[in-house]
Each structure stands twice: as structure tokens, then as C-alpha cells.
């Protein structure tokens, strides 16, 4: 096994369950999916959202205005991630799961519920981003909790596969989220779909939340966790993760920058780029993102696998510096053949790439990071790295296009982030090939 592939920054010898851990692996994707589908949902629906809760004197401004609002939900993430990544460290990860489907399903059930500006003025504005932050803290905590899960159940030499599926289930909320979209548009009306069609499509959330909490009830506590807690849990995971494990977390945050860059313009923005941009119809564009979560719900367990057998810095090194030499050859394509098919092909390819660079991306983040502060670690250096490079990312390249009128000005935003991965993961190999080596002298 390559020095890579083994646990990493002092990991704690693992104690690994008897069974098969498929349903600890079920109990936290079915609650990442939630999460990652509210997420995605309001991204989808940005444009009516828009016209509702942000009317503006004309569609570009209302635009930005929504895209913007779904920024700010980001800012919330790293709180979320101080807050119940410490909670995950302290109270243990079944308890952090439990609690932030709950804060998310409050989030969510005042979007669905909110009234639009025409009917209460300024406060349905102040509704939805009160909404949007209180689902960015819970997902804040989410990551982190969930991966911690899924990697301290799995066997032996398979954390990268096991960790994928925190991947996975990210494709499995965009295929539902952009299915649900694209069948709504498909047999509502324009008027219907602004009138309560886009209410169904949040509402559903609220459905599967009692189901997702019901299960996370049910599962046990990971045994890394429980041999942590009977020896005595870290008082201030946050001051030992700065403090200790500072360029690591730096690191990981470089690490994601470019993951997040190609998944949040290729992905979620791309159906409003599809409509505004290419005026493909809206339908057509929420087919085209069911096609990339589907690439990344198959695709991201097989490279998880690989990065078990190759190597993790190997694997998502040479995804990341895919993703960024193919994204304007993508846009490229888009824009001179601006059809159904052009979009689906494209999508199929972005699916693809998110997986390769998303799929071993936990595992690796979770072996940098010991048990004792592993939620923290992973929480923060997930979504500082999501806020600052993904939340932002429809609002800014939105801009780019406005302000340039270059319609492939989104690809030089993925560019710039695939540069500064791909420059933390050779930074991140070196340091700890150095460390290995220190270690057998």
C-alpha cells in the first residue's frame, strides 16, 4: 500500500466494526442528500425566486440579487462548521448528524412557507435569507459530520471508497433536485411554476426530513469516536485544529478550492447559464444537471476505490488538472453549438470530472486530521474553502458576463481555482512524504 493510502497526521489506530458498515453508510446519505438537495433547489429555481422575492427595474439586477442571497448562506458556513464541528468532536457524530437535519428542516419549512414581496414588502426578502443562513450553518456541520461517520465505520483499506459516498450522495441531491425541477417545469405552466410549483419543489424536503432524522436515530456511534470519548474528548477541537494542525488546514482549504470551482459552475450554475446565456429551455437544463448528478452518484464510489489503490494525491492531482484544462474547451462547445444535446454531452463529461476530483476528496481530507478533531478539521477546511470559492461563484461569474459580456468568462474563474488545488495538493504530498520519511530515520 502506497505511504499515502495509510491514515495520515497522527490517526488513531482505527477499531473497526464486525459487519459491513452499509447502514451507517445509508443513515448519513440519506441526510446528506437532504441537506445537499435544499442547497441545490434554491440554485435551481434562482431565476423565479428572483422575480418573487427580489423584484427589481430589470432581470439582471433581480438575478444577481437571488444568486447573491444564495451566496449569503455561505457566510453562515463556516460558523456552522466552528459550532457543530466541535459539537461533532465533543458530543460525537450520530449527535451532530441528528441535530443538523433539524436546523436544516427549519430552514427549509420558512422558504416554503414565506410570503413574496408583492405580499408583505421588505420582509419577505429578510425571510429567505434568514432561511438561507440558518440552512448554510447546518450544512456547515454536515460535511464534516457525515464524512467522520462514514470513514470511522468503514473496513479496513477502504476509507476512499466508504468516504465517497458522501460524494455520491451529493449526485443522488442533484438528479432528485434537478428531476423534481425539470418535471415541474415540464407540466406547470410558467405562471403556475411562480404561483406554487417552486413551493412543491422545497416542500419536498420537509417530506423526506422526519425519514432522515428517524434513521440517524437509529445508528450507533462510530467506535473511533466512542475510544476518544472514553479517554476524554478535546475541550476546544477549534484551538487545537488552528493552533496544531494550522498549514493542514490551509492546505485542505487549497485543496477544495478547485473541486468547488468546477462543481459549482458546472453544476449548479449551469442551468441558469443554459437558460440566460445559450436560451436552452428550462426544462432541457434541468435534464442536463440530472445527467451530471447522475455521473457523479455512480461515478464517485469507483474513483473513491481507485484512490484506495493508487493513492489519493495521485487520483484527485490528475482530476483536478483535468477539470481545469477541459472547462473553456467545455464552455467553448457550448457556445458555438447551443443545443439539447451539446448540453447533455457537456454535462455527462462535468459529471464525470466532479466525481473524479470530488470521490477521494474526503478520505483524503479525513486522514489529515486526527479522531480527536477530525469533524472540526474537516468541517472547516470543506466549507471555508466552499464559501470562499463556491457560494460566491454564480454571483461572480454572473458578473464576469454582465460586466465583459464573454459568455465563457466562467471557465477563467475554474481555471484559477484548479490552479491553486493542484498547487495545495503537490504542497500537501510533499509535506507528508517529508513526514514519512523523517519518521524511518
Known amino acids: 500500500m502506497s505511504v499515502e493510502n495509510q491514515s495520515i497526521a497522527w490517526s488513531e489506530t482505527s477499531v473497526k466494526p464486525k459487519r459491513g458498515p452499509w447502514k451507517e453508510v445509508f443513515a448519513a446519505s440519506i441526510g446528506n442528500t437532504l441537506e445537499f438537495y435544499d442547497l441545490l433547489i434554491y440554485g435551481y429555481f434562482s431565476v423565479v425566486i428572483s422575480k418573487l422575492f427580489f423584484p427589481a427595474t430589470d432581470d439582471t439586477t433581480s438575478l444577481l440579487l437571488s444568486v447573491g442571497t444564495f451566496g449569503i448562506s455561505y457566510l453562515a458556513r463556516p460558523l456552522g462548521a466552528i459550532v457543530l464541528g466541535a459539537y461533532t468532536d465533543r458530543a460525537g457524530r450520530k449527535a451532530s448528524l441528528t441535530l443538523s437535519i433539524m436546523i436544516m428542516m427549519v430552514g427549509t419549512a420558512i422558504i416554503v412557507f414565506a410570503p413574496t414581496y408583492a405580499q408583505i414588502g421588505i420582509l419577505s426578502p429578510l425571510l429567505v435569507v434568514i432561511a438561507r443562513l440558518l440552512q448554510g450553518f447546518s450544512t456547515g456541520g454536515e460535511f464534516g459530520a457525515a464524512t467522520a461517520f462514514m470513514v470511522e465505520h468503514s473496513t479496513a483499506g477502504r476509507r476512499g471508497f466508504f468516504a465517497s459516498w458522501q460524494s455520491s450522495t451529493q449526485g443522488l441531491a442533484t438528479v432528485v433536485a434537478a428531476g423534481i425541477s425539470a418535471l415541474l417545469s415540464a407540466l406547470l405552466t410558467e405562471a403556475q411554476l411562480a404561483d406554487w410549483g417552486w413551493r412543491v419543489a422545497f416542500g419536498f424536503g420537509l417530506l423526506v426530513g422526519p425519514v432522515g432524522m428517524y434513521i440517524r436515530n437509529q445508528i450507533d456511534e462510530t467506535p473511533e469516536f466512542l475510544k476518544i470519548a472514553a479517554r476524554k474528548p478535546e475541550k476546544s477541537p477549534l484551538r487545537v485544529v488552528v493552533t496544531r494542525d494550522g498549514l493542514c488546514l490551509l492546505l485542505g482549504i487549497c485543496v477544495v478550492a478547485g473541486i468547488t470551482g468546477f462543481n459549482y459552475v458546472h453544476k449548479l450554475y449551469m442551468p441558469t ?18 445527467i451530471t448528478g447522475l455521473t457523479l452518484m455512480v461515478a464517485a464510489p469507483v474513483f473513491g476505490s481507485l484512490s484506495d489503490r493508487f493513492g489519493r494525491f495521485r487520483v484527485l492531482s490528475l482530476a483536478l488538472a483535468t477539470a481545469g484544462l477541459t472547462s473553456y ?90 490552479v491553486i488545488s493542484v498547487a495545495a495538493v503537490t504542497a500537501l504530498a510533499a509535506r507528508i512524504a517529508s513526514r514519512r520519511t523523517a519518521e524511518t530515520h
Open 329 to 418: 474547451p467545455l464552455f467553448l462547445a457550448l457556445n458555438h453549438w447551443p443545443a439539447v444535446g451539446t448540453l447533455l454531452a457537456v454535462q455527462a463529461i462535468v459529471g464525470l470530472l466532479i466525481a473524479a476530483s470530488l470521490g477521494p476528496a474526503p478520505a483524503l481530507l479525513s486522514e489529515i486530521f486526527p479522531t480527536s478533531t477530525r469533524g472540526t478539521g474537516l468541517a472547516l477546511s470543506y466549507n471555508i474553502s466552499v464559501t470562499l470559492f463556491g457560494g460566491f461563484a454564480p454571483l461572480i461569474v454572473t458578473a464576469m458576463i454582465a460586466s465583459s459580456g464573454n459568455k465563457m468568462a466562467p471557465s477563467f474563474y475554474v481555471i484559477a481555482t484548479s
Open 273 to 290: 447559464y443554459s437558460t440566460t446565456q445559450l436560451h436552452i429551455p428550462q426544462t432541457s437544463s434541468f435534464v442536463g444537471a440530472m
